[in-house]
């Protein structure tokens, strides 16, 4: 930075404390002492100095700032050799991309995948299993749903985990178990396309009005509509019975031409059919993101105004995939509730909104495959973290991750073919003009 | 409905609004230069709150009995700039770990977004790990309702006048810096156009670093102001965050009058709601008058301005 203006002088710029590697030193024994900070003791209320003092305590500053000072050395290795060392590992890269962009490759770890996830659940604890249905699968759902609305549309949904909630308290209703009786009683199964169709009704109506909205007025009107859903159920005592929510919902069972098969409290069978409902959805996306659909919205996505001047009805096309992420998140709601049996507001909170959005965002925007993976592993992390960290203590960590995350790997950890370009695109200049900081450079897409 | 309980409700509408517009400022001036929600500004306002706790224990102790009001005055000040330095820090924090380093990289927009929200959930935790998870109370240093003058026969009480004539004069100096000072110059030129602005030799780095910093005050008093009123928790950011940032977009995000209207407006809105149906439908009234103003007006009460003289 040369011209620098707006008060300080071109002399305080070139301080020795400005250098990067003395910049990078003090940043690096600031993670030694966050740290230090946040792997210490509780501190007790009312006596703010405690958790401190005793997280800094002792030998805990000089063996932090060790850490600290080893990251330091790190960092700077990679910056001084890093250009050097990508060189050397540069055929090895070459030949991992060549494994990997291979279809046979695709298909077999495709193949993989589906062998773990049939063959390894039945071996684990039945907390695990509980896990991998309740959090996991659950939020897999949720997540691919969401992909549609913000990964492909560019819609910032905030609001999303409302229509799991319309999801399962569809399925409370026509399973009889809410205060107000349904005009028949109907299993679980049967909810599936009844959810649906609520939550496409629901999708619609939110849509309609909000989807000629930008941006950021979008976000706040659907986490408005989230939070209204959600304090409705928890006020209309005589529908939903309030805050004690809808108890003794049914599992699912098949009597069906000969078939007698009841889901019970086993979380096992649950997950077979999450798997299921999961392959036809993800199936289905898949088909539909090279479509014509697919490919409105993405136009949409890039710049509303022009994908309307070339003749994509922009509200429509946003509209339905409002609708189509809507319904997703209803048949997790079923599943959910069905699972649990019990549902009451609680359940769903505006966190969870945005939990699913950053799973899907920390997975990789637009990558169905990605924000899979990225579900799955902020699902798995906190319960791995159980054994660990006090549990008091995870949503730090997890908070941690995410800002690494995005300082690092901003398109996510498995990043849409088409983001990854967009990224490396926006490399080239940067690279050249290190100095020039151009954040009017970072609108793009949402 | 009488007179007497619309006044009560008033008045209670422009004490939580004030605060609600302090919190909303914070959202829009870093709308204004980044076009982008600082979903962590929540947890300035817990910061901020922390700050003032701390310093009022650190002067008069946990267990300090009431004073003069002079006295209390005083001491009240002074927690108030703890609460705006705490605020500002954390803030200038925020920028430098949460955004800075995105925005070198040219991140997506809900890559900004996601790491905010990681630093919330860190900041968050942070707080509650090490000043406590239950909910903490200032010392009863100054009599909160102690009524201060009356209107028709409601009382208007210390704490009450106190936060709204600490907001009004903060909003007042706010509109000062932003349309009379070379930095507020700088802030509209960076709202207006940054690449421009950097041409015409505007440090933007520093710009937004400032801007950070502004908000952080305001949203720490704020924070402050709203412990004093009520209690101090690590989660207590949350649902004034929310319903701020409504009140921002309601009032025009990026639009510095317009947040401080949007923050008026939805608290006076919330407590009037409460003379015509349950308390417990006002979080409710509060967004559906979001959604209705959203739907008639697109961009907020007084429109998008960014970039002009507030």
Request: charged share 10%; glycine share 12%.
């Amino acid at each position: 930075m040369t011209f620098a203006a707006g008060g300080g002088s071109v002399g305080r710029r070139d301080a020795w404390y400005h250098k990067p590697d003395v910049r990078r030193l003090g940043a690096s024994l600031g993670v030694g002492l966050v740290l230090a900070l946040v792997t210490g003791k509780d501190g007790r209320s009312g006596h703010f100095g405690s958790g401190i003092a005793a997280a800094l305590g002792g030998v805990r500053v000089p063996s932090f700032l060790a850490v600290g000072l080893a990251l330091w050395g790190v960092a700077t290795g990679i910056n001084r050799y890093g250009d050097e060392m990508r060189r050397a590992l540069a055929p090895a890269t070459a030949a991992r991309k060549r494994v990997t962009g291979n279809a046979t490759f695709r298909t077999t770890s495709l193949l993989v995948m589906l062998v773990v996830a049939i063959g390894i659940p039945p071996m684990l604890s039945s907390f695990w299993q509980g896990v991998l249905v309740e959090q996991v699968g659950i939020f897999m759902l949720l997540a691919v749903g969401l992909n549609v609305v913000v990964g492909w549309a560019g819609l910032l949904d905030l609001g999303y985990i409302a229509f799991y909630a319309i999801g399962a308290y569809t399925t409370a209703y026509f399973t009889g178990t809410l205060p107000v009786q349904p005009p028949i009683v109907l299993n679980p199964f049967l909810c599936f396309p009844l959810a649906v169709l609520a939550c496409l009704l629901a999708g619609v109506l939110l849509g309609a009005p909000t989807l000629r909205l930008r941006g950021d007025y979008l976000a706040i009107v659907t986490l408005g509509f989230g939070e209204i859903v959600r304090i409705v159920a928890n006020n209309s005592d005589g529908i939903t019975n309030g805050s004690r929510g809808a108890t003794n919902i049914p599992h699912f069972s098949i009597h069906l031409l000969g078939i007698n098969y009841d889901w019970t409290l086993n979380s096992l069978p649950y997950w077979y059919l999450i798997m299921v409902v999961l392959a036809v959805v993800v199936l289905l996306f898949f088909r539909l993101e090279h479509s014509r659909i697919g490919r409105a919205w993405a136009a949409v996505r890039e710049d509303e105004v022009a994908a309307q001047a070339s003749g994509v009805a922009t509200v429509k096309i946003k509209l339905l995939a409002f609708a189509i992420g809507a319904s997703t998140s209803g048949l997790a709601g079923v599943i959910y509730a069905s699972k649990i049996g019990f549902i009451s507001p609680d359940n769903f909170l505006l966190i969870l909104s945005i939990s699913v959005l950053a799973y899907v965002v920390f997975g990789g925007m637009g990558s169905l495959f990605g924000v899979m993976v990225g579900a799955a592993l902020l699902t798995w992390l906190p319960q791995f973290l159980r054994d660990y960290v006090p549990a008091t203590d995870r949503n730090l960590y997890i908070g941690a991750i995410l800002v690494l995350m995005m300082i690092f790997r901003p398109a996510g950890l498995l990043p849409a073919r088409r983001r990854r370009t967009e990224l490396s695109l926006h490399d080239i200049p940067e690279a050249e003009t290190v100095a020039v900081p151009a954040p009017g450079s970072m609108g793009g897409s949402i | 409905m009488n007179l007497n309980e619309f006044v009560q409700f008033t008045i209670l509408g422009l004490t939580r609004g004030s605060l609600y517009a302090l919190i909303a400022l914070g959202y829009t001036l870093v709308y204004g230069v980044l076009q982008l929600i600082n979903f962590a500004h929540s947890e300035v306002f817990m910061m901020g709150a922390f700050g003032g706790l701390i310093g009022i224990q650190a002067l008069i102790g946990a267990n300090a009995t009431l004073m003069p009001v002079g006295q209390a005055l005083i001491y009240l000040v002074v927690g108030m700039v703890f609460g705006a330095v705490f605020g500002a820090v954390t803030a200038w924090v925020l920028e430098r770990v949460a955004y800075r380093p995105l925005r070198r990289r040219g991140a997506p927009r809900l890559a900004f977004l996601i790491s905010a929200i990681g630093a919330s959930f860190f900041l968050q935790n942070l707080a509650g790990k090490e000043f406590g998870r239950l909910p903490q109370y200032f010392p009863a240093f100054i009599d909160k309702s102690q009524p201060v003058f009356q209107i028709g026969n409601q009382r208007m009480n210390l704490i009450q006048v106190i936060i709204i004539f600490s907001a009004v004069a903060m909003m007042i100096g706010l509109d000062l810096i932003v349309r009379k000072t070379k930095l507020g110059q700088g802030i509209r030129a960076v709202a207006q156009d940054a690449q421009t602005a950097a041409l015409m030799g505007v440090d933007i780095d520093r710009t937004i670093s400032r801007t950070f910093v502004i908000g952080g005050l305001l949203g720490g008093a704020a924070g402050f102001l709203f412990g004093m009123f009520a209690n101090v928790s690590f989660n207590m950011g949350f649902l004034p965050g929310v319903k701020a940032f409504a009140a921002a977009v309601l009032g025009g995000i990026g639009n510095i009058r317009g947040a401080m209207l949007g923050g008026l407006l939805l608290g006076l809105v919330e407590n009037w709601a409460v003379l015509f149906i349950d308390i417990k439908w006002t979080d409710v009234i509060a967004f559906v008058v979001l959604v209705l103003v959203l739907m008639f007006r697109p961009s907020g009460l007084l429109g998008e301005r960014l970039g002009r003289a507030a």
